[in-house]
T-cell receptor, first 115, second 116 residues
Framework: DQQVKQNSPSLSVQEGRISILNCDYT??????FLWYKKYPAEGPTFLISISSIKDKNEDGRFTVFLNKSAKHLSLHIVPSQPGDSAVYFC??????????????FGQGTILTVHP | DVKVTQSSRYLVKRTGEKVFLECVQDMDHENMFWYRQDPGLGLRLIYFSYDVKMKEKGDIPEGYSVSREKKERFSLILESASTNQTSMYLCASSPLVPIAYGGGYTFGSGTRLTVV
């Protein structure tokens, strides 16, 4: 039972254009969402997060949008750069309680940005 | 620079061997996690620990065990390695309430394990 789904295995965009990576979740208890970026032969690194009390969070070229009614979030990268080429993982968590910050990850989307 | 260090980058083991994967963090984090990454399946949680000698099963604990004798060290044990355990193994750590600190885990670089 995949509670966090990234239905696009890959995405290819031109340098300077917008990259939009999508993520859907099924567990309505999730209230905190994160995006991680992973280069080959390295561990994932934290990129940006959003709490369920917000619908948008921005950090430089990266913006995450959350649509709670649709159980959908997206990561926008504008403008895309070749160095953004990596695997992007969406993750979700239940804040507090006994979750200990345990994250549930999606399958990942391979982003390729062409010069 | 804060770090999560996994002892081996690449390992090749034989079917039936007992395998130990070691992870050490220097951030005084309470939580530590073991994930495996497989194509098309993303990162799946094997076990996690929120305190010394404490452990909780994740989503795919079968065939694995863990040990946390010291706060900074979290070991993953494959009791009898099988070919379907060939994978990338990732260790991570976080504060007890990671969301209060921005929500992020710190991951190690991973161990690519091949079981032949």
């Amino acid at each position: 039972d995949q509670q966090v789904k990234q239905n696009s295995p890959s995405l290819s965009v031109q340098e300077g254009r917008i990259s939009i990576l999508n993520c859907d979740y099924t567990n309505s208890m999730f209230d905190y969402f994160l995006w991680y970026k992973k280069y080959p032969a390295e561990g994932p690194t934290f990129l940006i997060s959003i709490s369920s009390i917000k619908d948008k969070n921005e950090d430089g070229r990266f913006t995450v949008f959350l649509n709670k009614s649709a159980k959908h979030l997206s990561l926008h990268i504008v403008p895309s750069q070749p160095g953004d080429s990596a695997v992007y993982f969406c993750a979700a968590s239940v804040a507090g309680g006994t979750s200990y910050g345990k994250l549930t990850f999606g399958q990942g989307t391979i982003l390729t940005v062409h010069p | 620079d804060v770090k999560v260090t996994q002892s081996s980058r690449y390992l090749v083991k034989r079917t039936g061997e007992k395998v130990f994967l070691e992870c050490v963090q220097d951030m005084d984090h309470e939580n530590m996690f073991w994930y495996r990454q497989d194509p098309g399946l993303g990162l799946r949680l094997i076990y996690f620990s929120y305190d010394v000698k404490m452990k909780e099963k994740g989503d795919i604990p079968e065939g694995y065990s863990v040990s946390r004798e010291k706060k900074e060290r979290f070991s993953l044990i494959l009791e009898s390695a099988s070919t379907n355990q060939t994978s990338m193994y990732l260790c991570a750590s976080s504060p007890l309430v990671p969301i209060a600190y921005g929500g992020g885990y710190t991951f190690g670089s991973g161990t690519r394990l091949t079981v032949v």
